[in-house]
Structures are given as C-alpha cells and as structure tokens.
C-alpha cells in the first residue's frame, strides 16, 4: 500500500525534475532528482543493478523532514531515477527517515533498515526527536514497512546510550547467513561509539558489543558507521561531528574516520591498529561501502559538508551530489582510494604529452575541459635543484581558478577554491601532508562540473572538493616555481 505522503512526493518530483536541464547537472556524478539531497543510503547490488539510496527533501534545496530518493546504475556512473522509495509516513518516522543501508533477503527481497525520527514534547514544553530503527521490504522500486517496526528501539540501548542520537544502521550479510548491524550512537557525554546488533532474520536483532568506542579521541557523535573486511583487516569507517585536528589529520567540524584493525578470534573484540582521515579536502561526509560483484569493496560518500553548504548558488533547483564511487584497498595499513575502473569507459579524445619542462605558467594544447581525467607524474627539472612548488589550475578563465598545489620541501598537497565564484566565508583551502621523495608526485583528477576529486600518489590520499564556477570557465594550466618534469595523459569524460 502506498501513503498519499509517499504518492504526493513521488508526483511532485515527477513534475518538478523537468524543470533541471541535464546540463545543469554532473555529468556521471549522481545528483539529486530535485530539491535537496545528503547521505548515501542502501548502496547495493540487487537484482542485477546497484541501487543507490540517499537522504532527500524533493521540496526544496534545503534539508528538511527527509525521504529517501533513489537511482539505479549498471556501472556506477550512469544513473536513472526511481520514484521516491521511502517517505516519512508512520507515527515512528513522520520526522524523517534518516539514513540507513540495504541487504538481500533469502527469499530474492530487498531490505532496508533505516533511522525512523519521531519527535517528543517534553514536560517543559521543549521538543526532542527519538531515533529508532526500522525496515522495509520491497522489490526494487516499492517498499513496505514492516508491522513490526521500530525493530531497534531506546530497549536495545547499551548503558548510558543516548536515545536521541542512535542512528544510521548499516546492515551486512555474515557467512552464516546471519545478520550483523552497526548503528551509531554516543553515550551521555555525547562521546560516540559504533554499537553492533546481530540477528537471523533481519527482523529481530539482540545487542550484541560495542564494536568500537571514541573515548573522546576524534570528535562527539559518531554518524554513519560501516564495518567491513578489507584485503585480511577489519575496518570501521565513521562520520564524527565536532572534530578538532590532529596535525593533518582530521580537520575541524564534520569529518570522516576510518579504523583499521582486526578480530581478536578469543574475544570478538575490534582491535584497532591505525586511523586516519578518509578523504582530506572539504566536501566528503558519510560515505557507505558496498561489495561489488566481483569482489571489489566500493565506497561512495556525499560530496558536500553540512559546514560548507552555504556555497550554493542561490537559482539552483537541486543541491547535493555523491562522490565518485571509489574502490578500497589496504596498503601499507593505509587505505587506498581508486576511482572505479568502469570510469575508464567513459574516456575520449586522449591528449598526452611526455617530459614537458617548465618552470613558470603554460598550457598545453587540448588541455582543457569541466569533465576530465587527467593523470599528471611530475618530477624535479633538475635533480640537484628540486622546485618549490607546483600547481595545477582548472575551472579557470580571466576571473576564476581552482587550484591543486604541490610544495616538495614541505610535503603538502593543497586545494584552493576561493576564486571559483563562492561569495561565503567558508572554508575553501585544505591541506594535506603526502608522501613524497625527491619531489616526485602523482596526481589523478576528475572534474565534473561542479566537483573536483583529486587522488594524489594512486589513491593514498584524496582531496574532494565542490565549486560551482561557471562552466564557460574551463582553461587549465600548470604552474611551476622552479623547474619541473611532467607526463600528462589527459581524457575528456
Ligand atoms: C549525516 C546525518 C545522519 C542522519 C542524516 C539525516 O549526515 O546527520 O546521521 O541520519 O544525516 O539526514
């Protein structure tokens, strides 16, 4: 049965999405259909198509009681709308459907576990919002809540655990063909922790441990957890909020924490080896991971962040876009972030060019566009004299740049986008500490209209930013302080 909240939102982006020109959008990155969009949410491969899910408000281009949208791809990149799948439409979630993950049932359905947001007055007249989760069962396209639903209520609370901040259930199929969940939460003093729950059917679950604790290390509430086996680890993967930085790690405000470590066999504890940030530029928050077909962990997050959302043109009908899916690896303990390969399909027009010396501003023919990937190795011009900087800029014309900056001595790979047409005093530069010898550096970078993810040294580090420049502005050129080897192969997409 579907709700007339449900079918009222399902009418309505079908009329209001025809006003978007497909232009005005990213060309491979999903975007919403209209109106607002944040969070990942049921990345999965079901039915032969991954399904991507996401935190939506069809009714305007800011967050507001959320639905989730929904799209299907075959390779990731190539995305078609399907109606609304949930809308906030029960006693338990009429504030809000909040984010959540998906799984294939037994029986060939989809479930989706979710955060239902119900709203309490409290005996002094305040409001509080209470988060539960919930499920829905469905066949791809039409979702029916369960009757049983919250499935996970403030009861299933470990001690201390706040009923307010119990979100974001991410569910995951063991070998057993059990089910296991992370759901994030914090405790009184508002320190966040990952709580496990296990169950058979995915229908009732039991606490099981708290999988993974802050202890007041990376910011407050934990948002958005995932758990995963990664090339022999395990990894927990979090959205902190009010983080402060650590070095180069972590910058302040919303952030993005990966785990790395393993199962103790005797306890089932997690036992943490390393952390890090997941991505340092500034739009990347609450990615979810899914395992592809043929193995490969893919991870896609919001390519936004709530401190940053100001940068929005003020005409736009939507507001929101994803990451580019990005496949995982461990290497050296470290996580490795690669673009998807299938984005290789989507290559034209190659320009490269080999051992191009310079050592102030050029050009270089064909090398230029809003929807590119292009790989740079640069290297020293002269070994005994090792350039002071480097940097490459796009989205550029007489007025507007964005900027990716590379200082040897100091090892710091810099993003800058205070001239890409942004009229806020955000956030627009980030730094970040690289590994580098001899002045040698790889960057890949992918522009699509209004995004820049740039991998540095084949994935080792990721800096993800938006901007908005207008898209007449598409010059690119290299800069070099000093003199500087580069090989460029450059694809438009
Ligand atoms: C993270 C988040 C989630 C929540 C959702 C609400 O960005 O705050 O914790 O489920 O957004 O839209």
Sequence with gaps: MISQVLRDARKYEETAEKAVAAESRPGFHLSTRIGWMNDPNGFSFYNGEYHLFYQYNPYSSHWDTMHWGHAVSSDLLHWRYLPVALAP??????????????????????MLIYTGVEKEIRPDGSTCAIQRQCVAVGDGIDYEKYQGNPVLTENNLPEGGSKYDFR?????????????????????????????????????????????????RFGKMWECPDFFELDGKQVVIVSPQEMMPQGFEYHN?????????KMDETTGE??????????????????????????????????????????????????????LP?????????????????????????VSYKNITFTDVIQLDGIKGRKVDMELSIQPGNEQQIYHKFAVRFAQDGNYQT???????????????????????????????????????????????????????????????????????????????????MDIVKYDL
């Design 168 to 216: 974001d259930p991410k569910i995951f199929q063991k070998t057993d063909g059990s089910y296991g969940c992370v759901v994030g939460n914090c405790d009184k003093d508002r320190d966040g922790r990952v709580l496990l729950f296990t169950s058979r059917d995915g229908f009732s679950w039991n606490f099981d441990r708290i999988l993974a604790a802050n202890h007041e």
């Design 89 to 110: 439409d029960m006693d338990y979630d009429k504030d809000g459907c909040f984010s959540g993950s998906a799984v294939t049932l037994p029986d060939g359905r989809h």
């Design 326 to 350: 990005r496949e995982l690896s461990i290497k050296d303990g470290r996580l490795i972030q690669k673009p998807v390969k299938e984005i290789e399909n989507l290559r034209r027009n190659k």
């Design 403 to 485: 900027s990716v900056s590379f200082r040897p001595y100091e090892k710091i790979v810099k993003i800058d986008r205070k001239f890409s047409g942004s009229r806020q005093a955000v956030i627009h530069q980030r730094r970040s500490l690289v590994r580098t010898e001899g002045g040698k550096l790889k960057l890949r970078i992918i522009l699509d209209r209004f995004s820049a993810e740039i991998f540095v040294n084949d994935g080792e580090h990721v800096l993800t930013v938006t901007m908005y420049t207008n898209q007449t502005a598409d010059g690119i050129s290299f800069f070099a302080d000093g003199e500087v080897t």
């Design 253 to 261: 405000g919303n952030g993005t924490l990966c785990l790395i470590g």
């Design 270 to 323: 997690f036992v943490e080896e390393h952390n890090q940030s997941i991505d340092y530029g500034i739009d990347f928050y609450a990615p979810q991971t899914t395992l592809a077909p043929d193995g490969r962990r893919i991870m896609i997050g919001w390519m936004q962040n709530w401190d940053t959302c100001p940068v929005n043109s003020p005409e736009r009908l939507w507001f929101g876009q994803m990451s």
